[in-house]
């Protein structure tokens, strides 16, 4: 009986990704406030753009587990606990999040089932481009670091990427239903 009562592994996984995808959104949005703009490969890059790129795989997988309107939600929680460290940039995060959002409905939704991990590679980059437009306009009225958050938000679509399909490749027990 006990069992029958007891949430599927899978739902842990679910909330998991949930906490880090929001909690992601709150540091790219406090580490821009704290750090300003840093250099990276040779590039102007807003401090929090690092934590924005692990969040769209984050993202994918908070909507594989709990669905759509959890990845909703917790791009919403996420811009209400940013608004903690800096208004202007938690307006801009969360607007260009949502708008990311429906990118990646259009991109990753279709493509997931016949190829996760392609999916995700590809959502990502379409949704980091179109959240990196939105967010440099609205938090800096420019597109002068366009680059450097390009660069940054793909380099961690990568690193994500082949965690990804490291842990599909070695399928252990408890990570089979989350990835």
Do not use: C
């Amino acid at each position: 009986m006990r069992a029958l009562l007891r949430p599927p592994r899978r739902h842990w996984w679910g909330i998991a990704w949930l906490a880090g995808y929001i909690g992601t959104i709150f540091a790219a949005n406090w580490a821009l406030a704290t750090f300003g703009v840093l250099p990276l490969f040779g590039l102007a890059v807003p401090a929090g753009t690092l934590f924005a790129g692990l969040a769209f795989t984050l993202r994918d997988l908070t909507q594989d587990t709990l669905g759509r309107v959890w990845t909703v939600t917790a791009i919403l929680v996420g811009a209400m606990l940013s608004a903690a460290a800096s208004p202007q940039f938690a307006l801009a995060s969360g607007a260009a999040f949502l708008f990311s959002e429906l990118a990646d409905f259009l991109v990753y939704t279709p493509i997931r089932e016949r190829h996760f991990l392609g999916a995700v590679l590809l959502s990502n980059t379409a949704g980091l481009v179109l959240d990196s437009v939105l967010f440099l306009v609205l938090a800096f009225g420019t597109l002068d670091f366009l680059a450097g958050q390009v660069v940054g938000k793909l380099s961690m679509t990568a690193v994500a990427v082949v965690v990804l399909g490291l842990l599909r490749w070695a399928r252990p027990a408890a990570l089979l239903e989350a990835v």
